[in-house]
């Protein structure tokens, strides 16, 4: 009988699979015609790359355009005008059109607004509705809406152009200035490609054959096999960990804290799954929250509105609208209304809601004022919210009978909003996620910044439109896309680009972004380049775990380091401390990793600090990994190593991916070669060092007692002292060794793409 019912059991899962199969195919197959019938972006013709065509195009465009107007006047413009109106009126009147206006192009500024009254007449600031508003005392008039208005100096320089006939050249561009940088040499992309899709460094051999490979054909071979390889799921944890915000605490709930939805995440990224498909399965929380399922990320611990959290967290993630400040109040410098994150939440939790009285804007902020606040709460308190999609005119998304076909189940509205998020219709999906694609392998995006595209210009709105297209087309495959970008010519040059920094019009991706490595991938390549396992404790307070799994939750024995999380507990307890994977976390944190996601987010922290430089020096993770442990890669590569040379050149191909120069070969192989060939202790005299005698457990049921802070210092002090050095090596000639390896470990080079 048992054995009949896990039959049963297997066909119903079996059939329930292959419903779901149908399913996405007839969606994907929708898709398609959908995008079939829309214009095709015309790809530029001069480059056998479709994204190359794209960049010559702008390039070349640009420098005719700017051949145009005098230099002089040009740069005038360009260096004094426009970033005044960039940074103080663009924000309101660029992309968004509020009051009626814009003032991102002469054409625009000449109009008139919702005044009726043109803001900009060539010739004549006094009929200049701009210069008026920018000029008057009455601050219910005055532009900006913010502070004291513009400095004297930025109203005299506007009233100034408009005077001299508010030209609107194009920028100044030297042809020197947007020259293609060189190509990569074979070297230098194969570490980049392999970073860029498995998160790690190639190994020793593996640089080896793809240096001696003839094939004309061998790097997009190479792309292909990388695309393949299930690390490339490892490598995109932390960035989608980041813009998702999961934040699992391993004891009792914190603000914000979600359940690990981590692995539901792992095997959507290992599985390759349509992204479509995977943001709906999100959406519907599915699985258990504490176990690794996408119901995890519908929790929101110590949250008034969990839901509204949510709303917040899909919107900047996959369509690009920022919601943070509709949390309270209608957002002050974007078009969204508190309604339209409350309409999401409702969506979410498939009923109609109202805003805690914790999140309202207290009534006394509005009665007392000297001047119009800025902010405004248009929800009134205890309104209800319907659960209705508040995005359609953004989108091109909307809730109408062409939803049907995407909808398994047309009564929840749930899944309603992953289907109005997924649908072909939705170009603003599309683009934000080939955007995100792009800015991961360019360090720059498309539209900046990736998260929050309201006033926002495309710097290549064809090449957008045709990446969204190739996107749709392919069944919401990101590795379709990724495959393009990476076998361009752009992609394969020298990271010499300014694009990040520059404007939408002056940015032009002749060359991608210079970019460090990520926090996970610091800790990673140290760990591939010296041979090493992660070796970690369980990240968990309950190891025994007899409590609940919503209360003490275990995330297993990291292999990478995005598997690792927060590792405070509630009072900071010494006899709770996890030190072999504290000393991983410490690396993390000092590259700008922080395992406690209250907020999603897309950049972490880059700037260089003194930090930085001292974990790889000095951290207890980096003593541990540059030394020649007892049965360690290195070890083993310092015990057969023919030469001082050969043994110079592996370490560099490992830690750097590349050989060394002359130079370096020289001096380093100097330093190894004084004692090198009596470097092996004579194998009777060897003597193999013992393993630590194992120490009590220490559990969240045993760590108040006197004896476990004892334990936990003793777990301490063992981590700090590493691993024992391999006893076939004689100590001076091994600590020389481990110098050479450090130098590599802590050099610039090693933390930076190529």
């Given at each position: 009988m ?23 195919q ?61 940074d ?92 293609a ?65 999961e ?10 804290s ?18 479509d ?11 258990s ?5 996408s ?35 209608d ?17 979410f ?77 939705n ?20 539209v ?76 990673d ?24 799994e ?184 091994r ?20």
């Amino acid at each position: 009988m048992e054995n009949e019912l896990t039959r049963h059991d297997d066909v119903t899962r079996r059939t329930a699979a292959a419903s779901r199969a149908a399913f996405w195919q007839q969606r994907h197959e929708l898709a398609r015609q959908w995008a079939r019938q829309q214009p095709a972006p015309v790809v530029p013709r001069g480059a056998r790359h479709p994204i190359d065509a794209f960049l010559t195009d702008k390039i070349q465009t640009a420098l005719a355009d700017s051949a145009k107007t005098p230099p002089e006047t040009a740069k005038q413009f360009h260096s004094t005008v426009l970033p005044i109106l960039r940074d103080e009126c663009f924000r309101c009147h660029g992309e968004k059109e509020k009051g009626g206006l814009r003032l991102n192009s002469r054409a625009a500024a000449l109009k008139a607004g919702e005044s009726e009254k043109p803001a900009v007449v060539p010739g004549n600031p006094a009929a200049s509705e701009l210069i008026r508003r920018l000029r008057t005392k009455d601050e219910s008039e005055r532009m900006p809406p913010k502070g004291d208005g513009l400095k004297p100096e930025q109203i005299a320089a506007l009233e100034n152009w408009v005077k001299q006939g508010a030209l609107w050249p194009a920028p100044p561009l030297a042809p020197a200035e947007v020259a293609a940088s060189a190509p990569l040499d074979d070297a230098a992309f194969l570490r980049r490609l392999s970073l860029d899709t498995v998160g790690v460094p190639p190994g020793e051999a593996e640089l080896r054959a793809f240096l001696t490979d003839r094939s004309p054909d061998k790097r997009p071979r190479a792309i292909d096999r990388l695309l393949a390889d299930e690390r490339w799921a490892d490598h995109w944890m932390g960035y989608w960990l980041d813009v998702l915000a999961e934040n699992p605490a391993l004891i009792n709930a914190s603000l914000n804290s979600t359940g690990p939805f981590r692995w539901f995440l792992h095997d959507a990224l290992r599985d390759n799954q349509p992204l479509d498909r995977f943001v709906t399965e999100l959406i519907l929380l599915r699985g258990s929250p504490h176990t690794g399922g996408s119901a995890g990320f519908g929790l929101a611990a110590e949250n008034d509105a969990p839901f509204a959290t949510k709303g917040q967290v899909i919107a900047s993630a996959f369509l690009g609208i920022e919601l943070q400040c509709a949390r309270c109040h209608d957002s002050p410098y974007h078009s969204t209304k508190q309604r339209d994150l409350y309409a999401l939440a409702a969506m979410f939790e498939r009923k109609t809601v109202t805003v805690p009285k914790t999140s309202m804007v207290p009534a006394a902020f509005f009665e007392k004022k000297v001047r119009e606040p800025l902010i405004k709460a248009t929800l009134k308190p205890g309104e209800p919210v319907a659960p209705v999609w508040p995005f359609a005119a953004v989108t091109g998304s909307s809730d109408a009978a062409a939803l049907q076909p995407l909808l398994q189940s047309a009564t929840d509205p749930r899944e309603r909003l992953a289907a109005l998020i997924t649908a072909p219709q939705n170009t603003r999906f599309t683009q934000v996620m080939v955007n995100r694609v792009w800015r991961r392998f360019m360090g720059a995006g498309l539209v900046e910044p990736v998260a929050d595209w309201e006033g926002r210009t495309p710097s290549h709105p064809a090449l957008l439109d045709w990446l969204a297209r190739e996107f749709i087309t392919h069944g919401y495959d990101v590795k379709h896309v990724a495959r393009l970008i990476l076998t361009s010519q752009t992609y394969q040059r020298a990271a010499t680009g300014n694009n990040l920094a520059a404007t939408a019009e002056l940015s032009f991706f002749n060359a991608p972004e210079r970019r460090r490595l990520s926090a996970e991938q610091v800790v990673d390549a140290l760990f591939t380049a010296t041979g090493q396992r992660m070796d970690v404790e369980e990240i968990t307070f309950d190891p025994t775990g007899r409590r609940d799994e919503g209360k003490r939750i275990t995330l297993g024995r990291a292999t990478r380091a995005w598997m690792l999380c927060s590792l405070t507990n509630e009072r900071d307890r010494p006899s709770l401390s996890l030190p072999r994977a504290q000393a991983v976390c410490d690396v993390l944190e000092a590259f700008g990793w922080n395992g406690n996601r209250q907020a999603p987010r897309t950049d972490r922290e880059t700037a260089p600090n003194v930090l930085q430089p001292g974990v790889l020096a000095n951290s207890t993770l980096s003593v541990a990994l540059s030394r020649a442990a007892q049965g360690s890669a290195l070890a083993e590569l310092a015990v057969t190593a023919p030469s001082p040379e050969a043994l110079v050149e592996s370490v560099f191909l490992r830690f750097l991916s590349r050989f060394p120069s002359v130079a370096e070969r020289a001096r380093f192989a100097n330093h190894l070669r004084a004692g090198f060939d009596g470097r092996r202790v004579p194998t009777a005299e060897v003597r193999t060092p013992q393993p630590w005698p194992p120490l009590p457990r220490v559990t969240w049921y045993n760590h108040v007692r006197p004896e476990a802070n004892v334990i936990a210092q003793e777990l301490e002090r063992r981590t700090r002292l590493g691993p024992p050095p391999d006893a076939r090596l004689r100590p001076e000639w091994r600590e020389t060794f481990e110098d050479f390896v450090w130098s590599l470990m802590t050099a610039r080079e090693f933390v930076w793409l190529p």
